[in-house]
Each structure stands twice: as C-alpha cells, then as structure tokens.
C-alpha cells in the first residue's frame, strides 16, 4: 500500500475493560482515581472526567478467568491529565487513601505515575511537559526513563486548602500500551496499514508510535515474549481500545485501507472493530463534528 499518514488530530478514545466485580471496580475508579459514573447498568459502566465524555467502559463478567501471563494484552492505558498541576492532584490522593503504586518515570516528554486496577489492569496517570521542549536527535522522539520528581509534584498541592473534587474535566486518554507477539508485524499494521507515524522503532523491545507528532499515542512490546499468543478472548482485561478519527470523512478513508488490506472487521454502532496481529481488539470512530 502507498505512504500514508493517519490524520494528525487523530486520538486514543474510550477504553473498554472486562472486570470481576463492578462496585469493587466503581469505588476504585471514582473514590480512587476520581472519575465520574455516567449511565450505569446491573452489569456495566461508562466513567468520564467531566461527566459527559466517555473514557473507560466497564464490564462485568464474574465467571471471566484471569488472563493468563505472557500473553498479548493490555500492558496499561493512560490517562492524561490537563497540567502537572491536575497530575499533583492525582498523586496527593493516591497517596492519601494508601492506594499501592507500581512506581513513577519521569520521560523528560512527560511526568508519569503507574498503578493497577484491582483485576490487575495497568494504568498510567501523567502529564506533559511542553511540546517546544521535547527533542528529536536522529530524527526520534527523546524519551528517558528517570525517576519522577514526586516532591517537586506534591509540593505544588501541599499547601492547597481544597477538597478533592476528582479528575480536571479536560482528562483524557492520552495514549495505549500493549504487549503484542511481534513487533515486525504490529508496525505492519499500525504504521503500514492505520498509517501511525513511527517515533521511536523497535528501541528495547517497544515500539511508539504516534498522529501530529506526539510523542505517542500507541506503545508496542514484546517484554511478554517474542510469538506471545493472545488471551482466552473471554478474559478479563482489554476487551478493546478505540482510535478516534477527527470526522467522517477521514474515518471512511481509513475504514477504506482497512478493507483494501483485506483486514475482518465487525460493524458496531460507534464505528468498525477489527483485531491487531495480536489480536487486541480496536475500534475504529470517529468524533462528532
């Protein structure tokens, strides 16, 4: 197929997740992580940051086995937060109600703090640093993995007399990280076919890959082994994760490709779902416009 670039407005949009328990998981990621619970049901449940938009999908399948280690899967979905400022929030009441952290990265692109859902799913909380102050050396986005600045974070809030009123209302996923089987092939698909512009290839096992040059909105890796097969599909974890195009018409031209490259695909009500060579589960959407 020849070159082609996805549209550079193109984002990461809802999450949506199988759990075991739903009000284990709803205290969690409101009390917690302070999202907001839109239109709930007996057995699902959408969360916003500003109580309208959605981002995460929950699901509730108490019969769901765990997914098995290595295998292809969610490694963990990020959640963006508007500024340091939001991210400082965030950590203050983590840290308040003693929820376990993974640990937390500074990448010199962005400040980051890592912890897991209470079904194991992994989760990224972070903000940006500036567009201007990112670096390109040999045409690749520079990202690092030091350790983060947690009292220069919590410092901008220690003083601060105000209740936790939950996520900034311009919250949003900022980006995907999966493990897949291989790398070769996953670039294949996202960067050959969905058009993803490579930032970092192949670098330790990952591969990053972004729209409009961000640093990325899709990680890539192997860390749970080269040829990992995919997770009984009733698992729970990942169901799907959507890519949403700016409008119609460039989600028809993507939803396009993806049907010259002879790539399955099921029609939903939000857009097209389809399987990556590993197969994780994306939707292709499109935003209202």
């Known amino acids: 197929m020849p070159d082609f670039s996805i549209h550079p407005e193109t984002t990461v949009g809802p999450v949506y997740l199988t759990v075991s328990n739903l009000k284990r998981s709803e205290r969690f990621y409101t009390e917690v992580l302070g999202f907001k619970p839109l239109d709930p049901h007996d057995h699902s449940l959408t969360l916003t940051a500003d109580g309208s938009t959605p981002l995460l999908e929950l699901k509730e399948s108490r019969l769901a086995p765990l997914r098995p280690p290595h295998t292809t899967g969610l490694y963990h979905f990020a959640v963006l937060m508007p500024s340091r400022l939001d991210l400082a929030r965030s950590l203050w009441r983590i840290a308040e109600l003693r929820c376990p952290i993974q640990g937390g990265t500074d990448h010199r692109v962005s400040e980051a703090l890592y912890l897991a859902d209470p079904d194991g799913n992994g989760i990224e909380i972070y903000a940006d640093r500036p567009r201007e102050t990112w670096t390109f050396p040999n045409g690749e986005i520079h990202m690092e993995s030091d ?24 919250t949003r996923i900022g980006h995907m990280h999966l493990n897949v089987a291989d790398l070769v092939t996953a670039e294949e698909f996202y960067h050959g076919v969905l058009g993803f512009d490579i930032m970092v290839r192949r670098s330790h096992g990952a591969l990053f890959i972004s729209a409009g040059g961000y640093h990325h909105h899709l990680g890539l890796n192997i860390w749970n082994g080269a040829g990992a097969p995919p997770p009984p599909p009733d698992s729970l974890g990942l169901r799907y994760y959507s890519i949403a195009l700016p409008n119609l018409a460039e ?19 939000e857009g097209f779902l389809l399987r990556d060579p590993s197969h994780n589960g994306v939707l292709l959407t499109h935003r209202l416009t």
């Open 147 to 170: 350790p983060l600045d947690y009292e220069g974070i919590l410092a901008l809030v220690e003083d601060e007399n105000k209740a936790w009123e939950g996520l900034a209302s311009g």
């Open 251 to 269: 989600f028809q031209k993507l939803a396009g490709r993806v049907q010259e490259a002879g790539i399955p695909s099921e029609e939903m009500d």
